[in-house]
């Protein structure tokens, strides 16, 4: 069988250097924020290219903390509304009603990212954020939100969780809207061993107000200034994080490879490609095909050993934790949800494997 990603074979690589970190963590290093927590903020604000990052305990606190940062700033407040994808994870969402803020759906264009040239019906006199998602690790249109932003004098909010390395227009994802956010769930282009997520941005204020925003509002030990909640970063996270992060380039080119080849070689009336990525560069968190069949498709490959997925089955609108908190309909993201499937894109995929995936989808 064909896993769908193997973790333990994407994580065994580290398990010596893992443990030797874990000793001198053990005896040397703080188990909350700490050093190693400040290191792999200066690296992942590095390798963004942005200028400052605050590790969080998710992805989903990241965006949570951009919003109460904002919050706390004067920036937002309750019943802002907040331009969003229909067709994302709900993860993107459910932060947005946490901070009672808005979510307006937005559907999206041919390559599945927020369809730009739709926005700007969507903004209303409450509108405040337009918050981009990085959909499958292929760049949004940011320089078209960006600019719309400017013209109505919105938030741009990007949430990259499965961007880690994505380029605009040769510029890393990261530093190129007012607050990036990140998840380093397992399963993540750079994955933790559990959960953990970063906001990057180049506004030093609002990195401060996240970090103690992250930590009971405290401004100095037992004083919460502000009304925090807990998720930082957890520590041996960070440093098993520092560690991964070496080799990110290197697995995320090896993702390339494996799509090009898909790109190239997958040739079956039954199954639709998404369009190149003319303005940056893909970084394949997942590699997702369209077919009308996507169900027999799912169950042929499965017969054949190779194991896919749906991101996502169910549009969040559709989903009982949404009822009653988004309006409209969104009938592109119903249909592409029946018809998405998201193909083996493991870094680590022999090129045999990857050969023996084209050659049964183009025998579908
Ligand atoms: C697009 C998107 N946004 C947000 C999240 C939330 O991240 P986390 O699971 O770290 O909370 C995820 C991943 O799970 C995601 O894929």
């Known amino acids: 069988m064909i896993a769908f990603l193997d973790l333990n074979r994407l994580n065994s690589p580290y398990i010596d250097i893992f443990q030797r970190r874990l ?3 053990v005896s040397r290093e703080y188990f909350v924020l700490g050093q190693a927590v400040t290191r792999f903020e200066e690296e992942w604000a590095h390798y963004t290219q942005s200028r400052f990052a605050a590790g969080t ?4 606190d990241a965006l949570y903390l951009i919003f109460e940062a904002y919050k706390s700033l ?10 969003v994808p229909a067709n994302t994870y709900v993860a993107t969402i459910l932060p947005v009603i946490k901070s009672r803020l808005r979510p ?11 369809d730009a040239s739709r926005l700007e019906r969507l903004i209303t006199p409450k509108t405040k954020v337009i918050l981009p998602v990085h959909l499958y690790g292929r760049s949004a249109h940011l320089s078209e939100i960006n600019k719309i932003a400017e013209a109505y004098g919105l938030l741009v909010v990007d949430d990259a969780a499965q961007a880690h390395g994505a380029l605009h227009h040769r510029k890393k994802v990261g ?20 959960d953990g997520g970063a906001v990057t941005s180049n506004d030093q204020e609002l990195i401060a ?23 930082r970063l957890d520590t041996l996270q960070a440093v098993f994080l520092s560690e991964k992060l070496k080799d990110l380039d290197k697995l995320n080119k090896k993702r390339m490879h494996i799509a090009r080849k898909y790109r190239e070689h997958i040739r079956n009336e039954a ?9 940056g560069e893909h970084v394949y968190h997942q590699f997702v095909v369209l077919s009308e069949r996507r169900d027999a498709l799912r169950e042929y490959l499965q017969r054949k050993g190779i194991q896919t997925l749906v991101h996502y089955p169910v549009p969040p609108h559709k989903q009982g934790g949404l009822r009653g908190l988004v309006k409209g ?36």
């Open 271 to 279: 199954i639709e490609k998404l369009p190149c990525s003319p303005e």
């Open 209 to 231: 107000r996240i970090k103690v925003l992250r930590n009971y509002g405290q401004t100095e030990k037992y004083n919460s200034a502000y009304r925090g909640i807990n998720s």
């Open 23 to 25: 000793e001198t963590f």
């Open 175 to 194: 530093g190129l809207t007012d607050a990036t956010a990140w998840s380093f769930y397992p399963t993540k282009n750079l994955g933790a061993l559990g």
């Open 57 to 60: 305990g998710s992805g989903f």
């Open 104 to 114: 307006v759906l937005a559907e999206p264009g041919p390559d599945l990212n927020l």
């Open 74 to 83: 004067g920036k937002l407040k309750e019943g802002d509304e907040v331009i």
């Open 329 to 364: 309909t969104f009938p592109v993201s119903e249909r592409l949800s029946r018809k998405i499937l998201s193909l083996p894109v493991d870094p680590y995929l022999s090129e045999q494997e990857t050969d023996y995936i084209i050659e049964t989808i183009n025998a579908f």
